[in-house]
């Protein structure tokens, strides 16, 4: 740390993590585009040039269909966790700050949790002698038990349980830092506790949700594993397919052709939202 | 000379200028009180003299030493800081003897120290607790000692009673002052509050607009104001429009005074303003024996607080405050014709 | 009302911890096969991950790699924030923006993109690849925690420490990074924490020579049902607990989550 040199030395202090940071995160987005235009040669192998046969390909019904798909799964569970978290993120920030804490740190234990360990134990949890199936048959609800896995409900509970502490921790900043006079300004002007939740916490918060919605919809958009180990092959997203082709079929050009696919589809809807949507107020 | 040396400094930050060509010169041993409203460049001032802002011209001499160009961990200095900015992560000890551990001091030479200032600022015990633990009061006395650890040849004081409570702060305003005259180390405070430069300095200076605009003893720039800006901001005063009838009287209204103090400044028939201190000025009965420097007028408000009586009077559209105390009462009430008398030695003429 | 709050927040907690504890309950089952509630109770599947020659390597893996990536990325973030903070530099925050950037993404996006930049080098499946790969990733977490600490030293603070005759680097070891280690430390644990439970960047940079836990245990799902799994999810879910627990005693959680003081 350069404290009392000029301006070179405070640059000089900075040229090692400039390297690291161009080398190996500027070099492979440079790559991933060349990739993605490359050319195939006689060889089967592929080479600098420009060619859109690897868009061509995605620009099939099955691949268009494969990435609606992923963008419907993704807002469906940004929607739904936001719903399921909101009110706990609300009801937390009014917690004591130790149950504070404690909560927090359960959150954040569990959004670290691997993805291949929760679709491990959401497999446990729908299989046919795992747990909620016998729980139906022993309320009484189904008569034998059966296995509820492989399934689209099965991805998308599992994908919401993966986004549903991540939401609550992009929500909690813009909740906590709301002025409790508010609520209870409205509330001495006759509003009842849910109305002025629904009058003034979630009009305050509205630039938050909107955004931790775009975090969790890019978020999920990464999922890989939860889709292969609780879904049929049809309900493979984007993610899915890269991996697919990048490790089992070798194909870098493909691969890299839909990885600009899903890097066009995250930026555009952060670019739109934040355009349109109110952007950040924090 | 041996003391505080300010030599034509000036600071600009861009196109702004916060400190014009001020030039003072003070005592070793003083202590000086920079006042004035916020934005005055006093606190740039303050900054410069400790070598946190280094001047865009001019130099600061102390004890015959050119400090311009000394850089701020090497001036010998010792400053307390508006927040305190007291280290979170140090206990009391810790932070008093901040400055004893930067320079080698040994262990037991720095907790002895830290037991004695700790004993002089009357908080003796607290080495071991942190920050937080103490009141805003203790966290000042801990700053001031902090900064005295070394025995600075300089003892800067950035608004020290801006973050206490009003009754404390003239209690410390004092116990800063004996502080100061005890160890008499030459001491430059930064305020906006005139009572509390009145109260604690040897030397004032009143600044404005990146100016000095007058600098001198607290009696000598309350009874002799340079200019109605100054006068405005030091002690409440009472202004006539005016004009210069003679070199020593002024016209007000019909009424013609002598005036003791600046009138020589000023040419006759030159428009000025009469300045008087509302406890300099007295209120009599219409009816009781006309003084000889008087105007006239009517009673529109009393206050009576008791220690002090507070007469408002209207006189032909000016408003002169007259402040009693209850062995001077006049006996008069609110409409009451009176005269005002404002003796030549209370009267001092400023610039229109 | 008051209802209606404790039934959601039930309903939460049961939806939140129901697949923890359905999970850590088949962890102690006795038996090979999967049964829920348990059949007897054995601690025979904890036993397994150190005492199998191939989990106990996977985990050392995961363990070294995580310890690695996490304190390079402290690394490299320290001085970009501390510059950014410090002097304002606009060339260290466009690095600041750079080094968050990755983190934003999918992460297939970024593996895809290491596994590129390796094969196009040719150097190919050894554990400093994942290492570097995790820092660049994660290296967001300790950017945005040291500028929070950072950001919580008062300016004042330093000037304070020149007054009493501490010169830049001094008043940088013994005001700055005192204050801002602690958040310097949340922002390694972080990323040692998501570097442990990180699957598609190791996966594609290392995948077939150095078996990280996460991958070899997608590898296991593949196979059908393995019960070691479920004991490697609670030891995990403990771990986080662990580094967590002690950000929040060594620094200030609320406030490296946003909230305000």
Known sequence: MNGQGGTLGRVLDLVPSSVMIGVFFVVPFVLILLTSFSVETETGDYALGFSLAHFERFATWFYIERALFSAGLCALIALLSLLIAFPFTYLLTRFGPRTQTLWLIYILAQLSLSEVLIAFSWQILLSRTGGVANILVWVGLAEKSFAMAPSAGAVLAALVYLAVPFSVLLLYPAISRMDKALTEASRTLGASPLRSFFTVVIPVTRPAIISSGVTIFVLTLGAIIVPQVLGKPEHWTLSVLITDQAIFNFNMPFASALAVVLLIISASVIFAVSKFGGGRRT | MSGLIIEGVTKKFGTLTAVEDVNLEFTAGEMICFLGPSGCGKTTLLRMIAGLEEPTDGAIRFDGRDLTNVPVHKRDIGMVFQSFALFPHLSVGENITYSMRIRGHSRSEREARAKELLDMMRLPGVEDRSISQLSGGQRQRVAIARALALNPQIFLLDEPMSALDANLREAMQIELRKLQQELGITTVVVTHDQTEAMTMADEIVVMGRARVLQSGSPMDIYKKPVDKFVAGFIGTSNLFPATMAAPDRVRVGDAELSVANRAGDFATGEDVLLMTRPEEVFVRPASAERPANAVEGRVSFVRDIGATIEILVDCGGHEVISVLTPKDWPDVATGDAVTVEMPASACSVLAA | ?261
């Open chain 3, 1 to 261: 009302m008051t209802l209606l709050r404790r039934l959601y927040l039930a309903l939460f907690a049961i939806y939140l911890l129901g697949p923890i504890v359905v999970i850590t309950a088949v962890s102690f089952n006795a038996k090979r096969f999967l049964a829920f509630p348990p059949r007897g109770f054995s601690f025979r599947w904890y036993a397994e991950i150190f005492v199998a020659n191939d989990w106990f390597a996977s985990l050392m893996n995961s363990l070294i790699i995580a310890l690695c990536s996490a304190s390079l990325s402290v690394l490299i973030a320290m001085p970009v924030a501390y510059s950014a903070w410090r002097f304002g530099l606009r060339y260290a925050k466009a690095l600041f923006a750079f080094g968050v950037a990755p983190f934003i993404l999918p992460p297939v996006i970024m593996a895809l993109g290491f596994l590129l930049l390796y094969t196009s080098v040719g150097i190919n499946g050894l554990m400093i690849n994942v290492i570097i790969a995790h820092a660049i990733f994660l290296l967001a977490l300790p950017l945005v925690t040291i500028s929070l600490g950072l950001e919580s030293v008062d300016r004042s603070l330093i000037e304070a420490g020149q007054t009493m005759g501490a010169s830049g680097w001094v008043v940088f070891r013994t005001v700055i990074l005192p204050i801002a280690a602690p958040f310097a430390f949340a922002g390694f644990a972080f990323a040692f924490v998501l570097s442990l439970n990180e699957y598609i960047i190791a996966l594609m940079t290392v995948g077939f020579t150095v078996e990280t836990l996460p991958v070899k245990i997608f590898n296991a799902l593949r196979y059908g049902y393995t019960p070691v799994i479920a004991s490697i999810a609670v030891v995990f879910l403990l771990v986080n607990i662990t580094v967590f627990s002690l950000i929040a005693r060594f620094s200030n959680l609320p406030r490296i989550l946003g909230a305000q003081d």
